[in-house]
C-alpha cells in the first residue's frame, strides 16, 4: 500500500520519497487515515514502528497553512518524556515540513536549556513539542498560552507515567481547550494509560501493532555469566573481538554508565556516557557523534532507552539487567530494527540469574547462553 493511498499530499509524498520512506508501517497505514480525518487516536505500538511519522504527517496535512491566530498561541503540542525524543520529534516535523507549499515552524522546549533563548523562539510557533515541566514553566511565565491547542499528541505515554509525570500532566490538561483532537501513543496499554485513555479520549478509534515478536525474531541474543570483576574486561573483549564500529551499552546508574565510558577509553575505546545528568549541548553533541558513526561506544541508562532511535545500529550490550522485563525489551528493541538483524549481549552475575529467568518468560523466548568465566580476558 503505497502512502498516497491514506490520503498524504502530492507534496508529502515526494517528500517521503526524498527520504526513503518506501512504504508504510502498520501503524501509519492504520493511523494516518483516522487522524486525517480529525478523529481521536490511540495507537499502540513499539518504539521503532514507525509511530512519529504516523502523527506528524497527518498533522501537518491537517495545518493546511493555519496560521496561530494570536502571537504565542501554538496550534499543535506534542508531549514527549525526554529531550533527546522532543529535539527527535522536532527533526521529524521539521523534515517534512520542509516539503510544503505553506510554513510550519516547529519548536522543542525541554529542561536542561537556558529558558530564555525558548521564551524568545516562541513567536509564531505552529506545532510545539515539550517535555511536560518546561511547559509549565513557559505557560506560568505567558511565555505561550494553550487555549488555542487544536492537537494534543502524547508520546511515549507510559514512559511519561512510568517516569511520574502524571500531576504535570493533569495540570496541562487543566489548561488546554475543551474541544481538540487527541492522539495517544503508547509502546504498551497499561492500566496508567487505559486512566490517562479514559480522561483524555473521545470516542477514539484505537490501533494495536504487536510488534515484539518480529523483532525478537531478528535479534541474536546471547547471554554470558560474568563473574563482577570480569565484566569489564569481557565488555572489551567482545567490543574488539566482534570489532564494533557502534555499540550502544545499558548500565543501572548514571554513576555506572560514566565509569563504564571512562574505564572503556582508559583502554583505548572510543566511548562516552549520555544520561540526565549531562547537558543538553552534551547530550546533543554525543548522540549526533553516535548517529553519525564517529563514537563507537555510547554507554547510557534506561531513561534514554527510548529518545534514541537509530535504524541501523547493530550491537546492544547489557553491562547490567535492567529492573522490568519490559525494559530489556526497549532496551534490545535498540537493535533489529527496520528489517535489519541486530545482535544483543547480556552480561548476568550469580546474583542476577532468577531476574533473568523471569525475563526470559516474559520474553517468551529462551537466550542462548555462554559461561564467560573460562574466557582468557588477560589483555583485556
Known amino acids: 500500500m503505497p502512502f498516497s493511498s491514506l490520503g498524504i499530499s502530492t507534496h508529502l509524498v515526494r517528500g517521503l520519497e526524498k527520504e526513503k520512506y518506501l512504504k508504510p508501517y502498520p501503524i501509519q497505514e492504520q493511523t494516518i487515515p483516522a487522524i486525517l480525518n480529525k478523529k481521536d487516536v490511540l495507537g499502540i505500538a513499539q518504539t521503532g514502528s514507525g509511530k512519529t511519522a504516523s502523527y506528524v504527517l497527518p498533522i501537518l496535512m491537517n495545518l493546511d497553512g493555519k496560521k496561530t491566530t494570536k502571537n504565542r498561541h501554538v496550534?499543535?503540542?506534542?508531549?514527549?518524556?525526554?529531550?533527546?525524543?522532543?529535539?527527535?520529534?522536532?527533526?521529524?516535523?521539521?523534515?517534512f515540513g520542509f516539503y510544503l507549499p505553506y510554513n510550519v515552524k516547529t519548536l522543542a522546549v525541554f529542561g536542561g536549556s537556558s529558558i530564555n533563548p525558548?521564551?524568545?523562539?516562541?513567536?509564531n510557533v505552529n506545532v510545539l513539542v515539550a517535555t511536560p515541566g518546561r511547559l509549565i514553566e513557559l505557560a506560568k511565565s505567558n511565555a505561550l498560552h494553550l487555549d488555542s491547542i487544536s492537537t494534543l499528541v502524547l508520546d511515549e505515554a507510559d514512559k511519561m507515567l512510568n517516569l511520574g509525570f502524571k500531576d504535570e500532566m493533569d495540570e496541562i490538561f487543566a489548561m488546554l481547550p475543551a474541544k481538540r483532537q487527541n492522539?495517544?501513543?503508547?509502546?504498551?496499554?497499561?492500566?496508567?494509560?487505559?486512566?490517562?485513555?479514559?480522561?483524555?479520549?473521545?470516542?477514539?478509534?484505537?490501533?494495536?501493532?504487536?510488534?515484539?515478536?518480529?523483532?525478537?525474531?531478528?535479534?541474536?541474543?546471547?547471554?554470558?555469566?560474568?563473574?563482577?570483576?570480569?565484566?569489564?574486561?569481557?565488555?572489551?573483549?567482545l567490543i574488539k573481538k566482534n570489532e564494533?564500529?557502534?555499540?550502544?551499552?545499558?548500565?543501572?546508574?548514571?554513576?555506572?554508565?560514566?565509569?563504564?565510558?571512562?574505564?572503556?577509553?582508559?583502554?583505548?575505546?572510543?566511548?562516552?556516557?549520555?544520561?540526565?545528568?549531562?547537558?543538553?549541548?552534551?547530550?546533543?553533541?554525543?548522540?549526533?557523534?553516535?548517529?553519525?558513526?564517529?563514537?563507537?561506544?555510547?554507554?547510557?541508562?534506561?531513561?534514554?532507552?527510548?529518545?534514541?532511535?537509530?535504524?541501523?545500529?547493530?550491537?546492544i550490550i547489557n553491562y547490567e539487567l535492567p529492573r522490568s522485563p519490559k525494559d530489556f525489551l526497549h532496551r534490545i528493541g535498540r537493535t533489529g530494527r527496520a528489517e535489519n538483524p541486530g545482535t544483543a549481549f547480556t552480561f548476568v552475575m550469580e546474583d542476577a540469574q532468577h531476574h533473568f529467568k523471569v525475563i526470559q518468560k516474559k520474553m517468551k523466548q529462551q537466550v542462548e547462553f555462554v559461561d564467560a568465566n573460562d574466557f582468557d580476558l588477560h589483555g583485556f
Open 183 to 237: 492522539l495517544l501513543f503508547s509502546a504498551t496499554l497499561s492500566p496508567d494509560v487505559q486512566n490517562i485513555e479514559r480522561l483524555l479520549l473521545n470516542d477514539p478509534e484505537v490501533f494495536k501493532v504487536e510488534l515484539v515478536k518480529t523483532n525478537l525474531e531478528l535479534i541474536k541474543q546471547i547471554a554470558y555469566s560474568v563473574e563482577e570483576e570480569k565484566r569489564g574486561p569481557l565488555l572489551r573483549y
Open 244 to 315: 564494533m564500529k557502534q555499540v550502544l551499552v545499558f548500565a543501572s546508574s548514571r554513576y555506572q554508565a560514566d565509569l563504564i565510558a571512562d574505564k572503556l577509553g582508559k583502554n583505548d575505546v572510543n566511548a562516552r556516557s549520555i544520561h540526565s545528568k549531562k547537558s543538553q549541548g552534551y547530550r546533543k553533541e554525543t548522540l549526533t557523534n553516535f548517529k553519525a558513526g564517529n563514537l563507537t561506544v555510547l554507554v547510557t541508562t534506561d531513561l534514554l532507552s527510548r529518545g534514541i532511535d537509530i535504524e541501523f545500529l547493530p550491537f
Open 118 to 123: 525558548q521564551m524568545q523562539a516562541l513567536q
Open 75 to 95: 496550534n499543535v503540542l506534542v508531549l514527549v518524556p525526554t529531550r533527546e525524543l522532543a529535539d527527535q520529534v522536532k527533526d521529524v516535523f521539521k523534515t
